[in-house]
């Protein structure tokens, strides 16, 4: 199963000289999604590795693997239908409210397998579901703490790269929020939830949010 259309393969040195020229633009421009995915493609082939085997050990992110769902609006259109204290419901709101489309996020190009590209594409996909669950906006703040809480959780350097960005762009006020704030946070609920890429969040749509949220671990961000 193809993620995402053609992948490209590169050696040691053209993967050295795409995640430099992503990581420069996307610094330039965060708004570029596609290179921020490519700067973590290029830079995070052990973290997806580790990803997939403790994906491998869990029977829920088993299942993930052997059916491979996305999350396109073809699949989890069935959300909006979702009764107002649901999951489903709250995503729905999420992505409504922000006239986001399940469907934006860029290809895989750069994984060197099936496996790795799906587990890539994967993370690509529920981010918008970890927003939703951890309650955190989608401004500069809110997109720098919730890729503080990714890297505890998968240790990709996009990650720790994007909060370097983003924080750069921060005023000073936002900058003493985020660090005496969000960042401690971010980092107790990091630990504290479980394995995030081991939930078949699709599955769990019609479940209380509030209920989800205590099953997985998750503490929703502090308001700001």
Same mark, same amino acid.
């Given at each position: ?20 020229? /992503? ?5 330039? %421009? ?12 290029? +830079? ?28 396109? /609006? ?11 204290? +649901? ?15 399940? %469907? ?13 590209? &799906? ?42 790269? /994007? ?23 971010? +980092? ?11 939930? &078949? ?8 949010? %509030? ?14």
């Amino acid at each position: 199963m193809m993620i995402g259309g053609t992948r490209v393969r590169l050696n040691v040195w053209q993967q050295a000289v795409v995640a430099m020229g /992503s990581a420069i633009g996307a610094l330039m %421009d965060p708004r570029r999604a596609d290179l921020i995915a490519a700067l973590g493609e290029t +830079t995070g082939k052990p973290a997806f590795e580790r990803v997939l085997e403790i994906m491998k050990k869990s029977p829920e992110g088993h299942a993930i693997l052997l059916e491979r769902p996305r999350v396109i /609006s073809a699949r989890v259109g069935h959300a909006w239908d979702t009764p107002a204290n +649901t999951f489903g419901a709250a995503y729905a709101k999420f992505m409504g409210s922000r006239n986001f489309s399940p %469907d934006d996020r860029p290809p895989v190009r750069f994984m060197e397998t099936d496996e790795l590209a &799906y587990v890539a594409m994967r993370a690509r996909e529920v981010h918008d579901f970890w927003h939703t669950l951890f309650n955190l906006p989608t401004n500069l703040i809110g997109e720098s703490t919730l890729k503080v809480i990714e890297f505890e959780q998968m240790l990709l350097p996009m990650c720790l790269l /994007s909060v370097i960005g983003g924080t750069a762009r921060f005023s000073e006020k936002q900058r003493a929020l985020f660090f005496q704030h969000y960042f401690p946070w971010a +980092t107790r609920a990091g630990i504290r939830c479980t394995d995030l890429m081991c939930i &078949y969040y699709e599955k769990h749509f019609h479940e209380d949010l %509030d209920d989800v949220r205590r099953k997985w671990g998750i503490v929703p961000a502090p308001p700001q």
